[in-house]
């Protein structure tokens, strides 16, 4: 018996223009309906997952940057894993001597050096006045400064662009792997940009922690995604699904593959789960 159902946004819920699919929300209006909990569980920071949730049309628990927060009613912090200042100070260097583009989440809000609309273009807003994006957004020449200054805690570094440094991907990886691997979660939601955050938090140990709470087992948790920030959740879940465009590493562990993001396969797996409900 499935009573949690724990959902990415990118490349999953959403299309690939970031947009909420109709099918999307008539699936987690069925869950809801059929009294099982819906979980968000993203890398994206909490603002915009709470953003999205709104889009919905649902209410619940939510675990944004990776794992590395989590909502218990999808309103408040609960709890937050942050990267400790020495670890955020390495890798500020790190990107400042490669020459790497790079963004800072702490609980609400995104810091950067330098924007590339690009590059944020998924958290955009289409409205006619006021705020446009979907998370405060602050720009400074030494970011890293500014976040120990006021005394904000990061909760997740990006580096974006990866595909276009002089380095090749695979060198960024292994650099970044030798000098923070034991220390840090390193993880990806796309092959142009890298991850991390606490090396204490993913998306299923954040799940875990919720079912924890509210008296549900493992077991009984069904887990859907479409990239390498997923395999956690998907490999740890009573039942884990793949999207049809996810990466071929988490379709591995899966045990079911639905259709691709454009092609309603969140309402094909939660038809899925309610259908298998029903022989419980």
């Known amino acids: 018996m499935i009573k949690l159902f724990a ?8 299309d690939n223009n970031s947009e909420v699919q109709e099918s999307s929300i008539e699936a987690l209006k069925k ?6 909990k819906v979980v968000l569980a993203s890398g994206r920071v909490f603002p915009s997952v709470k953003y999205n949730q709104n889009l919905l049309g649902i209410k619940g628990p939510i675990v944004a940057t990776n794992g590395s927060l ?12 942050a990267i400790d200042e020495e670890h955020l100070k390495s890798l500020y260097d790190f990107c400042i001597k490669h020459k790497l583009y790079f963004h800072i989440y702490d609980d609400e809000n995104y810091y950067t050096n330098r924007v590339e609309l690009e590059k944020i273009k998924h958290l955009k807003i289409e409205n006619d006045y006021g705020m446009n994006y979907q998370v405060d957004i602050i ?3 030494n970011p890293l400064k500014y976040i120990m200054e006021n005394g904000r805690k990061a909760v997740k570094f990006q580096i ?16 970044l792997d030798k000098q923070f691997g034991k220390e840090l979660y ?3 939601s796309g092959f142009s940009q890298l991850e ?13 922690e919720i079912c924890r709470i509210l008296g549900i ?16 959740m998907v490999e740890g879940a009573g039942l884990g699904f793949a999207m049809g465009n996810a990466k071929d590493d988490l379709k591995k562990v899966a045990d079911v593959v639905v259709a691709d993001n454009e092609s309603e396969g969140v309402l094909e797996a939660v038809n899925y789960v309610l259908e298998a409900n029903k022989s419980v």
């Open 196 to 208: 991390i955050s606490n090396k204490n938090a993913t998306k299923w140990s954040s799940i875990e």
């Open 186 to 188: 390193i993880t990806s």
């Open 7 to 14: 959902f990415d946004l990118d490349g999953t819920i959403l």
């Open 139 to 141: 720009i400074k020449n």
């Open 70 to 81: 989590i909502s218990l009613d999808g309103k408040e912090v609960y709890k937050s894993y």
């Open 217 to 232: 087992y493992t077991s009984e948790v069904a887990t859907i995604g479409d990239s390498f920030n997923d395999i956690p």
């Open 31 to 36: 869950l809801e309906g059929a009294g099982i």
């Open 160 to 175: 974006s662009g990866i595909d276009e440094n002089e380095l090749s991907r695979n060198e960024i990886v292994d650099l």
